[in-house]
């Protein structure tokens, strides 16, 4: 039954108790009026005599309501009396005729924004399962949570439907398993907001808090994030490799025609249209400012913005090769079944894997109720570890320290139903952890993940959360092979390593993250370890449990681990799916081994992640990565930026060149470039070796990378001038800066120097997009009529930074306005949503502008 029609037949049911009510009210009170054959008289008569007896009854029935509420009175203070009344069984039984709570399911982890008709779908999906068993009269969802709850007709159906939700893994659209829970065992709070929501009164929402958690009020919204990041995670399991699949790569369902489909429409969708929208609000907003202020003229929407497809998007452009060039990873724990081979990333080393084969059933489950427990206390700070111990007993030791301080965890979490259950979870005691451990293994529906869990430190994808560990990302087609490789001998080399993996929670142990950067087209590969420092991790300062280990025995680690690393060929594969080229072409210029060529430490105290700058220590090998790309080679050092997927890359920059050449001077002497947020000086490079521009400059924050432009300018040919005119004759020029600070100068320097006819701007910002600075220097500088913007965040920042290029001229928009005249989008990420663009805006023409804002110009 669709919700609709379980409205309607709601809705029914309502309506015909209501008739039902309303034939009783007209037998009780016979009509007046009486037979046709009746005499006026006889009429008047009867009405008199109706009157009086009308009169009368109203007056017993007056009587009679006073004894009866006297009487029910009386049965109150009887039933607060004595507990055992009858009376009181009378009001449970009507209680319960209205209480549905023991026939409702709640439905975790659907998907947030999810429509009444997905809604219906997916419930009917469940029914149509259930065969026949369960009949559901209700299904309520918040607009922006990610729980359902279902009423049901029986109590009865409540298993029913949970064991069919789970038995059949059902799954959101994104993959995800489907929890279900009886409602009448969620906790008091949720249950509360559930109710409110049920009888209509609250929408809940995750920024409302209820009563109980006026304390909570107080906190920012930064503090909030911070409580539920401490809030506990979902229990651990091996993780499947769908769930590797669903958080790392997810449209791996999809075939690449239908990836390529779906961005194709996000293109269409979330970025042209977004831009077009974007600009004529900006234009409202003018047209508002008219009618206030009279001296204002009233801005009509430029034509362009009105025609059926303002901004014509190309179809995107697939990539050219699967495959990153560089991967981060984290060190963690990765789970796996402590009796059998782990299905997924299987070690390299053999010991390893015998360790895990060796634990038997009685030792598994001892450490299985201690990983429990570690898991229970995932939150709680402060434990000391010992270097002279190998790191599984130590992280055991770890586990039991802590375990004895779980019932102190502070855990918190603002009332969400899901975070909650699973507070109430991890909140057992160890003895009942085993019990618990049962069922998380059970909620993977496989006979074999029964078997208790181990973990074993390693370094791979985060796919659950920081309390559901590491994980091998084999899986997935994105993932070099090199990459793989490197991964199975870490892991190996942890097994026995003193320092564990750090803790991102309590800000203890050393090893934090690997970054894996390679290029198969020099056959060069190039690693960077980031550790906590050797006295603890950032959020050991203040807390009395510090690290502390010795320099010596971390040199010690270096060299082992560098020679294990050192030491063996990585085997270089090519993933099936390679696009638009044949796995025979791909194989012709690709080694089948690559070697590690350099290697990278990096300590690192802070809590989030290091910027550009931060130092790196050189341990082995080349300080630089090379890559080749279209004409150039390019070096890389660990900070700098590099396009992800070279292959693809040079798709993406040859785009950018054609772009630029259709505006250039047919001498390249006579172009400037201003390549803004260069990076390695890639798209400049690139333009100088394809003969386009005469002159770059470029711009960027980061030092290492501008470094690195320097370097590849020489490299490529387009070095320092050594003549006496240095600065007059340099053909580049890079700038290591903040663009917003710098772009004003190097624009006014390259308008003295007046030896140009033509400037272009190709800016290729972060995901924030540009400064709005930045924005405003190139808009104001009239030389500049074609900007190539390269996007990777075409759906977010760039319909921003659009507008603010082709709005009308005012005080804050300088510049006569832009137009988008050209996108075309490349797919640089495959099997995830993102996508490259790169948007062509150019001058309004005289034509487009208008007479009045001509005049305005000339003014
Ligand atoms: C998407 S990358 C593009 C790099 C280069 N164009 C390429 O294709 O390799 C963005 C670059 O912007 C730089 N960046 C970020 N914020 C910046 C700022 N405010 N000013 C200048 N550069 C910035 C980053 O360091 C990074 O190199």
Redesign the pocket.
């Known amino acids: 039954m669709s919700e609709k029609e379980q409205d309607v037949a709601m809705a029914g049911t309502e309506e015909s108790s209501a008739e039902a009510k309303t034939v009783k009210k007209v037998e009780d009170h016979p009509p007046a009026v009486a037979d046709a054959s009746t005499s006026t008289q006889d009429k008047e008569a009867e009405v008199k005599k109706e009157e009086v007896k009308k009169e009368e009854g109203d007056a017993a029935k007056a009587d009679d309501d006073k004894e009866k509420s006297k009487d029910e009175k009386e049965s109150v203070v009887e039933a607060k009396d004595d507990k055992e009344d009858t009376n009181k069984n009378n009001t449970n039984n009507s209680k319960e005729s209205w209480d549905h709570s023991n026939r409702k399911v709640m439905v975790l982890n659907c998907l947030k924004f999810l429509d009444k008709r997905r809604l219906t779908k997916m419930v009917n999906s469940w029914v149509a399962g259930c065969k026949g068993q369960v009949e559901v009269k209700k299904t309520k969802k918040p607009p922006t949570d990610s729980w359902v709850v279902v009423t049901l007709g029986h109590e009865s159906q409540v298993p029913i439907l949970i064991n069919y939700i789970h038995d059949n893994q059902c799954t959101n659209k994104k993959g995800d398993r489907l929890r279900a829970i009886p409602a009448n065992q969620v906790d008091a709070a949720s249950e509360q907001k559930i109710n409110q929501m049920e009888n209509g009164n609250e929408r809940p929402n995750k920024r409302r808090h209820d009563d109980n958690n006026t304390a909570d009020d107080s906190l920012s919204k930064r503090q909030r994030g911070m409580q539920q990041r401490r809030a506990p995670e979902p229990e651990p399991h091996v993780i499947t490799e769908e769930e590797i699949k669903n958080a790392m790569i997810p449209l791996w369902r999809n075939t690449y025609p239908e990836q390529i489909d779906h961005k194709q429409k996000d293109m269409i969708k979330k970025c042209a249209m977004k831009v077009v929208k974007e600009i004529k609000s900006k234009f409202r907003d003018l047209q508002k400012e008219a009618k206030r202020n009279k001296h204002r003229k009233p801005v009509k929407p430029y034509a362009w913005l009105n025609g059926i497809r303002p901004i014509v998007m190309e179809d995107v452009i697939p990539a050219r090769s699967m495959v990153r060039n560089k991967c981060e990873f984290t060190f963690g724990y990765r789970y796996v079944q402590a009796e059998t081979k782990d299905s997924i990333g299987t070690p390299a080393s053999t010991n390893n894997n015998d360790k895990v084969k060796e634990t038997t059933t009685t030792e598994a489950t001892d450490q299985d109720v201690e990983m429990k427990k570690e898991e229970t206390t995932q939150d709680s700070s402060g434990t000391t570890e010992k270097q002279s111990q190998p790191a599984n007993e130590e992280a055991t030791k770890q586990e039991e320290s802590t375990a004895e301080t779980s019932s102190n965890s502070d855990a918190k979490t603002d009332g969400a139903p899901e975070a909650k259950a699973e507070e109430t979870n991890t909140a057992e005691t160890p003895a009942d952890a085993s019990n618990t451990q049962k069922d998380t293994t059970n909620n993977n529906d496989n006979d074999e993940t029964k078997i208790p869990l181990k973990k074993i430190p390693s370094v791979g994808a985060m796919a659950r959360g920081w309390s559901g560990g590491v994980s091998h990302p084999k899986c997935c087609p994105n993932i070099p092979s090199e990459a793989c490789a490197v991964i199975d001998i870490v892991e190996e080399f942890l097994q026995t390593c003193p320092m564990p993996p750090y803790n991102a929670k309590t800000h203890t142990g050393f090893w934090r993250t690997l970054t894996v950067r390679s290029s198969r087209r020099t056959n060069q590969c190039m690693l960077i370890f980031m550790h906590a420092p050797l006295s603890g991790g950032a959020g050991s300062k203040d807390s009395s449990d510090v690290d502390n280990y010795e320099p010596e025995v971390f040199e010690k680690e270096k060299e082992r681990l560098m020679g294990m690393i050192t030491d063996k060929d990585l085997p270089v594969t090519i993933p099936p799916s390679t696009w638009l080229q044949t796995e025979e072409d791909a194989a012709k210029n690709t080694p089948t081994t690559i070697r590690v060529t350099s290697i990278f430490f990096q300590e690192f105290g802070g809590i989030s992640m290091p910027t ?1 700058e931060h130092p790196v220590q050189h341990a082995y090998g080349d300080k630089f990565l090379q890559e080749k790309l279209g004409k150039c080679t390019f070096q890389i050092s660990p900070g700098a ?3 992800v997927n070279t292959e693809t890359a040079e798709l993406l920059y040859q785009i950018a060149a054609d772009k630029v050449k259709e505006v250039a001077t047919d001498k390249p002497e006579g172009t400037l470039c201003f390549d803004v ?4 000086g ?2 400049g490079l690139t333009l100088m070796k394809e003969g386009v521009v005469g002159k770059v400059v470029g ?4 030092a290492p ?1 501008i470094d690195d432009a320097k370097a590849n300018a020489t490299l490529n040919g387009f070095g320092p001038s050594s003549d006496d005119n240095k600065e007059q004759n340099e053909t580049t020029r890079w700038v290591a800066a ?3 600070h710098v772009m004003n100068a190097e624009l006014k320097r390259a308008r003295e120097a007046g030896n140009f006819e033509k400037v272009v701007a190709i800016v ?3 995901r924030d997009g540009l ?1 709005f600075d930045v924005l405003k220097h190139i808009r104001g500088f009239s030389q500049i009529d074609r900007i190539v913007y390269v996007s ?1 965040n075409p759906t977010g920042s760039l319909t921003k930074d659009a507008a603010a290029l082709c709005t009308p001229a005012s005080k804050r928009y300088r510049g006569r306005p832009f137009k988008p005249t050209f996108a075309q989008p490349v797919d640089m990420f495959p099997y995830s949503h993102h996508c490259e663009l790169v948007m062509v805006f150019d001058r309004l023409s005289d034509d487009e502008l208008g007479e009045d804002e001509l005049k305005r110009e000339d003014r």
């Open positions: 550009p930026f590099f396009q947020c260069c990076g390695t890639t798209i711009v960027d924050i980061s990378a903040r663009a917003e290729d910002p972060a400064h990777c």
